[in-house]
DNA sequence: TATTGTTATACTCTATAACTATA
DNA sequence: TATAGTTATAGAGTATAACAATA
């Protein structure tokens, strides 16, 4: 009987414990909740280390990125397009705006809302941190060719 | 000049709030950071409701599998294992034992060291998670063909 | 009465450093 | 001196409920 296969029990007689150099695949293997979990995490880690030097996480970025495209959006329309809470919204602009890199204007027509916008430094910052989103990501997945890459962010996006 | 388009700064006269119906691609769609993260959020929170009922969250998962297919395994190659800290596995270990789901036995030889092993009860369990897991991965991801999961189970691989 | 944004709050997740007991 | 596990702690992420201002 193979190591890998031993069969004890915590009421077995053989409950010795094992510190295999390398643990085997697991159904954890064949699940894609796992497998995307663990991609995730390490493209995330390298884009933290990446942007650490702008202390940039990577909600911020993503948040400099929508209201890049949708200048003027109201931060409820940005937390339904990045698929999170009102209140977290709240707090991610808020470190934006004591950066000086975002600003909320109050709406004319209904006061209630704000429309967001990036000031001239959000955008110049966020011209470098574009590339440096790009590169980390190309990075983080050297082991898959342009067509693999390709391929994944499409399979992705179907998920989604 | 379309309403996407729109080239407001906070510095340009025209920073009005806009709320659009469904804001539009950008950058993130192109980068697998984004895309990862957003797919691995869908599958886990159907992975989470499934496992409610249970209460069983996606760690202790992912520690009940690997426990049971490596009988006696160290708490230092679990957290190897799982690519988490040791300190993490303490708790995670602890929730598990009160429980009844696991054990830790100490080694005879050397008495630092746990070994970790599943009680009856958990080996019990742990079979009618498994085919709730594999059920909710599958539904979580309906808008994929068997090919395609496949596929993008072999590129998430190859990522991590 | 409904909606936007906000505050307060709490709970989970995660990482680090320092401690203990064994080696 | 080094290692396995543990404790303590703090920070980040996330979710909920309740509130103020405005519609």
């Known amino acids: 009987m193979s190591k890998r296969k031993a069969h004890a029990t915590a009421n077995s007689p053989v409950r010795e414990s094992v510190e295999p150099e390398q643990l085997g695949p697991t159904l954890l293997d064949d699940t894609l909740g796992y497998s ?31 209201v890049e495209a949708n200048p003027g959006v109201t931060q409820s329309a940005l937390a ?3 698929g999170i809470d009102p209140p ?21 027509r209904d006061r209630r809302s704000h429309g967001i916008f990036l000031t001239k430094s959000g955008e110049t910052l966020l011209a470098e941190l574009k590339q440096l989103a790009l590169d980390s990501d190309r990075r983080a997945t050297v082991n898959l060719s342009d067509a693999e890459r390709t391929q994944l962010l499409a399979l992705l996006q179907k998920v989604y």
Do not use: W, Y
């Open 80 to 82: 339904q397009a990045l």
């Open 36 to 66: 995307l979990r663990r991609a995730q995490l390490q493209v995330f880690q390298h884009f933290t280390a990446t942007m650490a030097v702008h202390d940039i996480r990577p909600a911020q970025f993503s948040a400099l990125v929508v």
């Open 88 to 108: 977290r919204v709240v707090n991610l602009i808020h470190k934006l705006e004591e950066r000086g890199l975002a600003l909320r204007v109050r709406c004319k």
